[in-house]
């Protein structure tokens, strides 16, 4: 079924009368959203213009943190249609991998010079673990099942995500655990808005993260093998392509990624615990399907989207606040998955036979 | 024929058991003369308590199976059901709205504040809600593709909870009692006698009854014409839909009924423990009654049946039961029960790669499991 699936485009046919009206309640169902969210932000704007900027700026440095886990998704489900849902608890990993880098093996528990060379060598050891744990998972559980009717590898995955929660229990224990953090916590002032050094260094560390993974995707032999691969399994395979490796590949990208996010979150926010990957994993894939599953940028933008949203609706005046932000982003999913499936820089698939 | 004499087999097994268990822990268990070795090991292995919880499983395993093994539909917030009716039995069958007072053939005295409906009345209305909510969910999103849908419905069982978790204060409205939950419900109305929550063995028959109500419908349902339908949208929608299957209809009738289910596993839960508590509707219970779908043989009443008794069982009290009795007997601290996220994940991991079928295989459903595999042989196998 799987490889006979293609993805066509909607250009001239506007389709059947039941299309055109389930079209039409997608659209107003959208524009009345979208204008609630205008009003709302509007109010908050004009009563806090301050505070607005100061929690879109907070927002912002989640939905990169976001946007890192996001990636992992969208890369997996692009190339073999699986929601990878032990993909959060990978990241989940990747953090306690850090916190131990870090603070037991390496000692390190101040912001000296000392630190940061720890730092940026936890960077690349976290991104080597979960990428060499991802490629393991796909080797040993997903790849028997890469056939299998779909139920099957999503269960799988379901299993997973339980498997690597007990590693998480068994290694940081059951409460959440305070962990020192090596870098700068300084901060600094634009016209009222406070920006945090720690947010300067996720910039720095994401940023060229997500562009060498657009130059890899885009740019590369691999990359183009990915995106055939994606495309067509068999045909990828009738054209030289092996397409284990590529598949192999394409989890241990997603596997780094996750464990970037996983030690930039454990030094910015100096916790971790082992139920982590659940929750920040729910809401890193409904920024992947928010932009459209299966496309980089708009797990990106969709994560970024997500991120301020967020940070809205916990620290501005008229919000329901954080104890509701879970229920926020989850409705947000259910809305996108309602009204508009295919995300906002997805392509519209149809199932042929 | 074959089929109908075995299942009458195994309902006399069924029958057989709830006999002596019943027995067992009604009068035996109370029995001066039991020697001590014999009440210690039962408490130990299999206290009241577990066969009452692991009855309330099975209740809300079989209205998953409906769902997943039947219909084929991925429902990874299926606690969300069970929330909604623990809350029903919560609200309408203690003194929780105590500003208002209404009687509904309850068990208690007239002047008690709270509305008090009939324990019975209230399974009705707690799996009706359910199946209500289970509509409204289903409705918009059962068009979507299989994992989309599995999404979807893990969202809607983390909001739900959280609602009743906040639900404290919603405008100023307390709905849920929040984190402290809601406690001390209603005795179970029974003819001459009224169930209280310590009452074990006869809360034990109420829980039977109504795990053979649900073996009963799943079983009914799945000969009829609603359950043909839906094998057939499980095996291939499109072939089904081809046939003249109302999609929509047919997966939304599995998502009533599976919620339904989990209405009555809901209420059954919430007179087990006595109250309702927010938190302990969480994500892994979803997963755990999933577990019991799959090790048991998705589609299978018997298998999930089996599947339910077993894992809950070991959740329960095998694990800490077998813990116990291998630390003081090596003299170790290991803390068994939490290997049961261990043990979950791999009984999903392991069925799936190994027997995706199940312990108990349903034989229609074994063939599409192994669609695409190479080296399976697909024939259907002759029947005995």
Redesign the interface.
Known sequence: MGKLKATIEAKKFTGTRGQVRRKRIETSGALIIAALMILWLGINLIKAPTQFAQVTVLGLRNGLLYALIALGYTLVYGII???NFAHGDLFMLGALFSSYFITIWFHQENSNPAGWVTFVAALFAAMLFCGTINVLIERL?YR??R??????????A?????????VG??WNG?TPRQWPTVIPHGEFVIAGVIVSHVTLILILVAAPLLGSLTFVVNKTKQGKAMRATAQDQDAARLMGIDVNKTISFTFALGGALAGAAGLLYQQSIGTTNYNLG?QLG?IA??SA?LGGIGNLNGAVLGALLIGIVQGLNDGLPIALGQ??S??VV??I??LI??LK?AGLLGKVTT?K? | MVAISSQRKWATGYLIAVAALFITYQFLFPWDGLPMGIYDTLQLWLPPTSVNEALVYVICALGLNIV?GYA?L?D?GYVAFWAIGGYCAGWFMSEFFHMINIHFYGSVAKAAPGIHVNFWGVLLIGGLVCAFFGILIGA??LR?K???L???T???G??IP??FY?GDDIGGFNLSNGTKGITILDPIPAGIKNIGPFDFGYKFIVFVFLAFVMIFISLRLRKGRLGRAWLAIREDE?AASMMGVPLMQTKLAAYAVGAFAGGLGGVAFATHVDGVYAERFN??IS?FL??MV?LGGMGNVWGVILGALLLSWINSTGLPAFGQTFNSRFGTEINFP??T??L??????LM??YK?EGLIPESRLRL???????EEDLSPKESK
Request: charged letters at 15%; aromatic letters at 12%; a neutral charge.
């Open positions: 249609e699986l929601i559980a028997k099942l056939r299998a009717p779909k139920l099957a590898p999503l269960i799988t379901v299993g997973m995500s339980f498997l690597l929660q007990f229990i068994k059951s659940f729910l894939f409904t399907v104890k509701w879970q229920s989850f409705t999913l259910i998955l309602v499936p199932e036979v | 997943v084929g991925l990874l918009p999103t979507l299989s994992d989309y599995a999404i979807v893990l969202g809607f983390e909001i959280q609602i906040n499109l994500f892994s997963i999933l577990a799959v939490s290997f996220f261990l979950f994940g791999l009984v999903l991991i799936m790669l995706r599409i499991l192994h669609e695409g595999d190479p």
